[in-house]
């Protein structure tokens, strides 16, 4: 499905990173994995086959985000598909305690990553006149809940930033969308969460099912959607 593509997966060293970098390279394409350290991405991926590249970049950084992007241009003259899996999370302070350290750290992984690697590789993608790009938000960024007021405000962001891209560049041949997990099953969460029913929540590969279809020419018709993912949950 994917063959001879060229895929780009921000945040690849996690959990939910690694499964898409694998649906990607189990359908034919070419994928670079991103992460911020060297030995995250070599824990992931010990013996990366032929077709799979780790790229280190600070995705808080422009400069990082930019002069990577030019890297993977000119090295593989294009990028079919981008996938802005990277991100963080974080709760405990009310609104009016949320510091700027907490505000900070989230939208710049949540938002700013995003804005980062689209600054170079969307206008090559318009300039090919085809192109996919999917983020991650938060099923949960849909309405405001206690004690989570910074990080819902980053996915809403990124819910925001998804239709206008969406908008800029959907007549260019451009498809831009993301997903909306609910609790990814993951063993942080678990460990987080020990007395959950695990059962309930998205498994990693089953939303990077989502996240393919999405990429896929399949999802050609669908432009700034924002498509809930919430496992058994509800």
């Known amino acids: 499905m994917f063959e001879d593509q060229v895929v780009v997966v921000t945040g690849g060293a996690g959990v939910l990173g690694q499964a898409v970098v694998q649906h990607f ?30 790229a280190i970049c600070d995705l808080t950084s422009r400069e990082d985000c930019g002069a990577l992007s030019e890297r993977l241009l000119q090295t593989h003259g294009a990028v079919d598909v981008l996938c802005n899996i990277a991100g963080g999370f974080q709760m405990g302070e009310t609104v009016f305690e949320t510091l700027d350290e907490t505000w900070d750290f989230l ?10 690697m689209t600054q170079k590789i969307v206008p090559a993608m318009v ?6 790009v999917v983020n991650v938000g938060a099923v949960a960024a849909t309405q405001g809940q206690a004690h989570m007021g910074a990080y819902l405000a980053s996915k809403s962001a990124t819910i925001r ?14 498809n831009v969308n993301c997903v ?25 590969e089953h939303l990077a099912a989502v996240i393919g279809f999405l990429a896929s020419s399949e999802a050609i018709a669908v432009h700034g959607a924002a498509i809930p993912v919430r496992g058994l949950g509800g």
């Open 25 to 54: 390279l189990s359908r034919g394409a070419v994928v670079i994995s991103v992460d911020y350290n060297q030995a995250l991405l070599d824990a992931a991926f010990p013996n990366p086959e032929p077709r799979c590249h780790l």
């Open 107 to 116: 939208f710049n992984l949540n938002t700013k990553s995003i804005i980062y």
């Open 127 to 132: 300039a090919a006149g085809h192109g996919k």
């Open 161 to 174: 930033l998804t239709e206008s891209l969406a908008e800029e560049v959907k007549q260019a041949g451009l």
């Open 180 to 204: 909306l997990p609910a609790v990814i099953d993951t063993p942080r969460n678990r460990s987080d969460m020990p007395d959950a029913d695990f059962g309930q929540w998205v498994a990693p």
